[in-house]
């Protein structure tokens, strides 16, 4: 399997990174996070693109002993490296770029712009560093970014593509266009002979079956069975039909020919007539508990999740290097699991407790971290009654990490009611459930 060096950048940007960033730009963490998620596989997806460039490849042996590793935030800016190579790559589509990040994930357009220089150092200093590192020349990173090909396309967030960065998927990865032309021309042409064959076979039988009617009368002047030429027919006319709705059907499919990032044609994918004339959604993929290293200790949890988040911020001594309780009270970890019965502050769902445990495990393992409850509801309901839940919601989980040996490190809890929910109360149950949740913060 190639290796993945969007995997290795991203430990250049971690919790620790994104919190700082968000000082200095005077964004939202979550808008930073967003923003580097989409410009992370825009930025790689550059460098594959032009793997064959002596330039773009010098310029990452050089970014490995440049220094830009040790100072993202104050040396990315105006580094003459990464400004010339943002140039090489993008050309006169940078703004593009810098306008679809900062409306994708809200932040300013000089905000977005100064991460993709941010992003940029990330990016080829750490490829540079890894080449260093594992003795790679000029052919071995050009073979390396050449891999990332195939992967690109895939790691772009939902609503975030090529094209809506003004970057053509056909331009960067090959005749991916031509490709897609080829094969869905070749596929109509398949469906309009497979027609074709059908009505012939359907005009050959009928013209058996006149022969045949016709050698009935003249053998059966005198009135011989009608069932030696009408079963015949019958059965034919019922197989003619079977042909035509199949050609038919055909006829009304629409072949949708997908390719990946090196514009290799993939599986042709049927929409049939019946398929509604809305765009296809593709579901969620489910989430699934995998492992989550606690200094050696597996937990139980989502990859990506309330456990994996916390545990990559306390490692990264973003925790230790926060100055101060502002620096920390905007990121909140919501819990993926811990759910309390409807109306009920006391009674958990069944596989709460886990998480929960979880939670303790890590308090444990970093017994100087300190945290504070949060709990939330939707909007629907008395404020006042929504308030007075989420609050025993919240004194409830701070009563069980006290029970657990870890109370001290609890530092309070509060409830919001429905100050931060964002779906209206008209909304569904379903899309309202994303407002009632219990979420965890480190503090100071």
């Known amino acids: 399997m190639s290796l993945n060096v969007i995997d290795l950048i991203k430990g250049q940007l971690g919790p620790a990174l994104v919190s700082q960033a968000a000082s200095q730009f005077g964004e939202s963490e979550s808008g930073i996070s967003k ?12 460098l594959a693109n032009s793997a064959d460039n002596p330039g773009v490849v010098d310029a990452i042996t050089k970014a490995s002993s440049s220094g830009i590793l040790g100072n993202l935030l104050g040396g990315s800016s105006n580094n003459p490296i990464i400004t010339g190579l943002l140039s090489s790559l993008f ?85 991916a266009k031509e490709t897609v032309s080829s094969v869905t021309s070749t596929a109509k042409d398949n469906i309009a002979e497979g027609v074709a064959t059908a009505r012939e076979n359907v005009s050959e039988g009928a013209r058996e079956i006149r022969e045949q009617f016709n050698n009935n009368n003249n053998n059966n002047q005198g009135g011989g069975s009608i069932w030696k030429w009408l079963l015949p027919l019958l059965l034919l006319i019922a197989a003619g039909y079977f042909l035509w709705k199949q050609c038919e ?30 765009a296809t959604t593709t579901a969620p993929a489910a989430k699934t508990d995998e492992n989550i290293d606690l200094n050696g200790v597996m937990l139980k949890g989502y990859k990506g ?45 069944t596989g709460s407790q886990g998480q929960l445990d979880n939670l303790v495990a890590i308090l444990k393992a970093f017994p100087d971290a300190k945290i504070k409850i949060g709990g939330y509801t939707d909007k629907t309901g008395n404020e006042a009654s929504n308030v007075k839940l989420s609050q025993a919601r919240a004194d409830f989980i701070k009563a069980a990490l006290g029970k657990a040996g870890v109370g001290a490190q609890v530092l309070g809890a509060e409830g919001y009611g429905s100050k931060f929910a964002k779906v209206d109360a008209k909304a569904s149950d379903a899309e309202r459930a994303a407002d009632r949740k219990m979420s965890v913060r480190f503090a100071k």
């Open 35 to 46: 923003a580097i998620g989409g410009l992370l596989p825009a930025v790689v997806g550059g």
């Open 305 to 349: 999740g309330m456990e994996d988040q916390m545990i990559a911020f306390l490692k990264s001594d973003g925790y230790k290097n926060a100055a101060d309780d502002s620096a920390l009270k905007d990121k909140w970890y919501d819990f993926d699991h811990v759910n309390f019965k409807m109306g009920s502050s006391t009674d958990l769902e």
């Open 249 to 278: 059907k055909k006829q009304t499919t629409t072949t949708t020919t997908t390719t990946d990032s090196t514009g290799t044609a993939g599986s042709s994918v049927d929409s049939s007539a019946t398929t509604t004339p809305s």
């Open 91 to 175: 050309g006169d589509k940078i703004g593009g770029l810098v306008n679809s990040i900062a409306s994708f994930s809200g932040i300013s357009n000089n905000s977005a712009g100064s991460l993709l220089n941010l992003v940029t150092g990330a990016t080829v200093g750490t490829v540079g560093k890894y080449a260093a590192d594992n003795n790679l020349g000029a052919s071995g990173i050009s073979s390396l970014l050449n891999d990332q090909k195939g992967i690109i396309s895939s790691l772009l967030p939902a609503g975030l593509s090529l094209a809506s960065f003004g970057l053509g998927a056909e331009n960067w990865f090959g005749q």
